[in-house]
């Protein structure tokens, strides 16, 4: 039993899914089907149905049930079959008295038709069903206003669409049918013009839509990016003027409905002040044709602000108005490089000084990295040298930066006592501020006798053996002849 489970998984993960699709093509008025392939150029004519007996009619579309029978629909609204038999039959006409030009088959019993009628003196589209059990044509409804059918019904992942004419913009699209009620039927896409034939194809994990457009020459066939809302690439062309199409397809519905129609800003924004922001009112589905209305008074789907405030929009559709509002929130992202909790362009420090650079930044910028022109990530750094230092934060919300320059200052500090007491407190004559340059230290006694003399002063005399008492001391800098007198007393 096993093997067999096992034998039986492996056929299934081998199943081939077909590709193949049907075409009813008409060249003046003679009608012809042909089976074509997606991966292939291969073109197989078929055995069709006759038409009635009405003058100059012709097929305008066809369709195929889960059971392979074949349909066809003319212009005047007229249903034949051809069962998987061959045989062929009239099954009666749906409901017109104008014409009908897009047929497709559900998993379910179902044939389904779009075609337009003079009502009232208005050009309207109208959506019909056939029902195999029963044999009863029925309207389900009228379409919006300004959508017309011109070319096919389709399924893709259990939702029903129609290629259509937009007569408020006279532009080819797509759109999505409300099966319940469908004047709720909405746009879905733009696509490319005269579409008469769509189908779908389940490839198992997935599903791709086709549609074949005709310049009344030939025909094209294209992918239909139905996630993106986009036609996609072009496959190939065929040397015939194709009126409809159909594919076995399952992934079907009785009763598909278009989603909700939403619009939304957004979250509230909390941002820099002086950041440029961008609002734009997202609508499910999408649409070209709706308005838009701000409270700034612009009419575009996005606007850019620079202001804190409460800003809404009014989006009008053909099935109401509906309103979306988000609030901006400004804070100050600028920031501060200081010490000692002075900022300035510059500050003047002593030369050898270690200086403490600081920013305290904006709640805003607070999680973003912070870098320093010495490479440094702290908020402070320590700095021994004089020079120009900046301070940068790169956010969301834009490049921040503060800089300082720091000018050195000559600052030398000579104490008048030290105690060479071995303590490790003021053991030695310490001046502050020779750590640069050579500097050269003399020490006199009372008398004027040089006691002790170092052309390389680096902070290092104790006293030696002197005794305790008053000292005179001459500091000479070796480069600027800069020199420094005064007395310093040894303690002990």
Do not use: H
């Amino acid at each position: 039993m096993k093997k067999l489970a096992i034998l039986i998984l492996i056929l299934l993960s081998l199943k081939s899914y077909s590709q193949s699709f049907y075409v009813n093509t008409s060249d003046v008025f003679a009608n012809g089907v042909y089976k074509f392939d997606i991966s292939n150029n291969s073109e197989i004519l078929q055995n069709n149905c006759s038409l009635g007996q009405i003058p100059d009619d012709f097929y305008t579309d066809m369709a195929i049930d889960k059971d392979s029978n074949t349909y066809y629909l003319s212009s005047w609204g007229d249903l034949y079959i051809k069962e998987f038999n061959g045989s062929c039959r009239f099954l009666g006409a749906f409901p017109t008295t104008g014409s009908v030009n897009a047929l497709v088959a559900d998993n379910n019993n179902f044939l389904y038709a779009c075609g337009s009628e003079y009502i009232n003196g208005v050009d309207v589209g109208v959506f019909y069903k056939y029902d195999l059990t029963t044999g009863v044509f029925s309207t389900i409804g009228i379409l919006p206003p300004n959508f017309i059918p011109a070319g096919d019904l389709f399924f893709y992942n259990r939702k029903l669409f129609l290629a259509c004419l937009d007569t408020s913009s006279i532009t080819s699209c797509i759109i999505e049918i409300d099966m319940i009620n469908p004047s709720q039927s909405r746009f879905y896409m733009a696509s490319e013009d005269n579409v008469y034939g769509t189908f779908s194809i389940n490839y198992g994990s997935y599903s791709k839509s086709y549609i074949i457009s005709t310049d009344f020459i030939g025909s094209s066939l294209y992918e239909l990016d139905m996630e993106n809302r986009q036609v996609g690439g072009f496959i190939r062309s065929y040397d015939y003027i194709v009126f409809g199409a159909a594919s076995t397809y399952d992934l079907t519905s009785t009763n598909a409905t278009p989603n909700t129609l939403t619009v939304d800003l957004g979250e509230d924004i909390n941002t820099c002040i002086g950041k440029e922001i961008t609002l734009e009112a997202k609508t499910l589905p999408s649409q070209l044709f709706y308005t838009y209305q701000w409270n700034t008074g612009e009419t575009n789907s996005q606007i850019i602000v620079k202001n804190a405030g409460i800003y809404w929009v009014d989006v009008t559709s053909p099935y109401g108005v509906l309103r979306d509002s988000i609030e901006i929130k400004l804070e100050q992202c600028e920031f501060d490089i200081f010490t000692s909790n002075q900022t300035g362009e510059f500050i003047n420090a002593c030369t050898e000084e270690e200086i403490t650079l600081e920013v305290r930044l904006p709640l805003l910028l607070s999680s973003y990295p912070l870098k320093w022109s010495t490479g440094e990530i702290n908020n402070k750094i320590t700095i021994k040298e004089a020079g120009i230092y900046w301070a940068e934060i790169t956010s969301p919300y834009g490049v921040f930066r503060d800089s300082i320059e720091i000018k050195e200052e000559k600052c030398i500090f000579i104490p008048n006592v030290f105690t060479p007491n071995n303590d490790g407190i003021n053991d030695a004559f310490y001046i502050k501020g020779i750590k640069k340059g050579n500097w050269q230290l003399q020490i006199y006694d009372r008398r004027g006798l040089l006691v002790y003399e170092n052309n390389t002063y680096k902070n290092d005399w104790n006293g030696g053996k002197l005794p305790v008492a008053l000292y005179y001391y001459r500091l000479i800098r070796e480069e600027s002849r800069e020199e420094y007198k005064g007395w310093v007393q040894i303690l002990k």
